[in-house]
């Protein structure tokens, strides 16, 4: 089950005000309608810029039965290792984007994550915060 409004320890949820904060940044600067990596490059830039650990691309191999399996799973960003972003330029989000996010979380043993669509005129409608 998910609930979005769980609360965490005072760091985690310190680092999640400032990826929604430099959401907003980015948002602000670039507007919508860009490619998706662009959005990832300077997240990426912002967060770094307010001293957090950012580590873009993480390669995310599944665990099955004692096997390592590369499945090209590619995490967009991990902050401080502890938060997951995955940044979308779409015109809707769909289920498979959460659905991505949600198996992120479970196999990187995480619990919270952001689903970002920068392809929003009011980037508000386009942050979703999920919680495993």
Same mark, same amino acid.
């Given at each position: 089950?998910?609930?979005? $409004? ?12 400032? =990826? !929604? *904060? ?36 993480? !390669?995310?191999? /599944? ?6 399996? *590369?499945?090209?799973?590619?995490? *967009?960003?991990? /902050?401080?290792?502890?938060?997951? !972003? ?10 498979? $984007?959460?659905?991505?996010? =949600? ?12 689903? /970002? ?7 508000? *409608? ?5 919680? /495993?």
């Amino acid at each position: 089950m998910l609930n979005t $409004h769980t609360q965490f320890d005072a760091e985690t949820e310190r680092i999640a005000t400032q =990826i !929604v *904060d430099s959401i907003f940044s980015v948002h602000v600067e670039l507007g919508a309608g860009l490619l998706e990596s662009i959005y990832e490059k300077c997240l990426a830039f912002e967060l770094t810029s307010r001293g957090l650990q950012v580590r873009r691309q993480v !390669v995310l191999p /599944v665990q099955y039965k004692g096997h390592i399996l *590369d499945d090209g799973l590619r995490i *967009d960003l991990m /902050v401080e290792d502890k938060i997951i !972003v995955e940044v979308k330029s779409v015109k809707e989000l769909e289920p498979i $984007h959460r659905a991505q996010l =949600i198996t992120y979380l479970k196999l990187s043993k995480l619990r919270l994550g952001f689903l /970002v669509n920068f392809n929003k005129m009011l980037i508000k *409608d386009g942050i979703k915060r999920v919680v /495993v």
